[in-house]
């Protein structure tokens, strides 16, 4: 028996049970239907001329249909007698290196086979414009070179600041085309400064490169496509602030206020670009501690997706030698650097196994009623909040609410030789 099971051996793990969460279920069937009637809009694919060479951005989360999407939009601008083509856009990611950033949508089905378009990977950007303050701003050379750009992001609430615009299609114009060099002088002055450079940069991106629309995509609570919409480029800064609004009112969040402590099975860059969500688990490395509040959180494992990159992952509070196994620090820094947050690539304790993880948890989360037992939130990740585990402390919250049901009988957690969780019976 290691140091760490004589000092938890007391912490005793509850049981749980399985509850869904019901949520707006409504989305896009007909993924490349909608794309085709997005780009019927007045002002984007009717401004591609024949002959046009049209560049379309791939990012590095795991978007949804993300592959279908990209296709859908390859083939609408061949059938204007263009020629499409791929870069991967996603600032400092895979280590700043562009075959690694290739790698990464490859690993998303965004192939050169499948979407019928080349991929043109590079890190190598020019300066197109500068900032009020003097700082430069970035685009990526094969997108400054083409004869019109298609960027493409999902809306979404950002992980590390508020603004009219944060995840989306200008943060996709200025951190993701413009590579490790744009995205750090986005960054260069703090999280402070984001919504408004996000912003400023856009614009004069847009305004140097007219022959543009954008592809803005949202996603509902259940990781599915729900919203599809092609914005002109006189439009963008106008139409994506609404939009950001209706995402926000489709994202999944836990529906308790509260509880002791948050299991999260898997952390990564695919699932969120602070691995875990903090709009879900109430912990920012830049904004700190809001809704849900959570005394201590436990995170397991780092999804293969993720190439090593444990970015976001100091906001746990304990951690595996499991986890700790698979980190790539030289995947993980360079997003660190670039963002000048030290913060974010921090590393919380890292325990022998998941059942060492979960007992430290329980034994430092001072403020529990242990009369009661712990009330203990289990995800698999922050995108699925459909099916998740609570302890029973918890059950009487859970009945108390309309749209989340109980689906199973208390179950005990049962761990491997390892102490890795195994199942629950």
Request: aromatic content about 6%; proline content about 5%; glycine content about 8%.
């Amino acid at each position: 028996m290691n140091i760490f099971d004589q000092l938890l051996a007391d912490n005793q793990i509850p049981k749980f049970v399985r509850v869904r969460h019901e949520m707006d279920h409504s989305h896009i069937d007909d993924i490349e239907g909608a794309v085709a009637q997005a780009m019927r809009r007045e002002g984007t694919l009717d401004r591609i001329k024949p002959g046009d060479s049209v560049c379309i951005t791939a990012g590095s989360r795991d978007v949804a249909n993300i592959a279908r999407i990209i296709r859908a939009i390859c083939d609408q601008v061949k059938s204007v007698g263009a020629h499409p083509f791929i870069i991967p856009a996603m600032g400092s990611h895979a280590g700043a290196k562009a075959e690694g950033q290739r790698g990464i949508i490859e690993g998303y089905g965004v192939t050169e086979e499948a979407m019928g378009a080349p991929i043109r990977a590079s890190m190598d950007t020019e300066v197109i414009a500068h900032s009020k303050s003097g700082l430069e701003i970035h685009l990526d050379k094969f997108a400054n070179a083409a004869d019109f750009l298609i960027p493409v992001g999902r809306i979404k609430a950002h992980t590390d600041f508020r603004g009219e615009v944060e995840s989306g299609i200008c943060k996709m114009l200025v951190i993701g085309m413009g590579k490790q060099h744009g995205a750090y002088q986005c960054h260069k002055l703090g999280f402070k400064s984001m919504a408004a450079n996000v912003k400023e940069f856009a614009g004069a991106i847009i305004e140097k490169k007219p022959n543009m629309f954008a592809i803005g995509l949202i996603e509902n609570a259940y990781h599915q496509t729900c919203c599809i919409e092609a914005i002109p480029a006189g439009r963008i800064l106008e139409e994506e602030p609404p939009l950001l609004e209706y995402a926000k009112s489709r994202m999944a969040k836990v529906p308790f206020d509260q509880a002791d402590i948050l299991f999260v099975d898997e952390t990564g860059k695919d699932i969120s670009g602070a691995g875990m969500d903090p709009n879900v688990t109430g912990r920012s490395p830049v904004l700190g501690i809001s809704r849900p509040f959570f005394q201590r959180i436990a995170v397991f494992d780092l999804t293969d997706k993720s190439h090593g990159n444990f970015g976001g992952l100091g906001s746990a509070d304990v951690t595996t030698q499991r986890l700790y196994r698979k980190i790539d620090f030289e995947q993980t820094y360079p997003n660190g650097i670039t963002a000048a947050e030290p913060l974010a690539v921090r590393l919380p304790a890292v325990m022998p196994s998941d059942r060492t993880a979960m007992q430290f948890a329980l034994r430092t989360a001072t403020d529990c009623d242990w009369e009661k037992g712990p009330r203990i939130v289990w995800l698999k990740n922050t995108l699925s909040l459909s099916e998740f585990y609570i302890s029973e402390a918890l059950i009487p919250d859970a009945e108390a609410l309309d749209n989340v049901t109980i689906v199973s009988e208390p179950m005990e957690v049962i761990f491997d030789e390892e102490g890795n969780v195994k199942e629950l019976r």
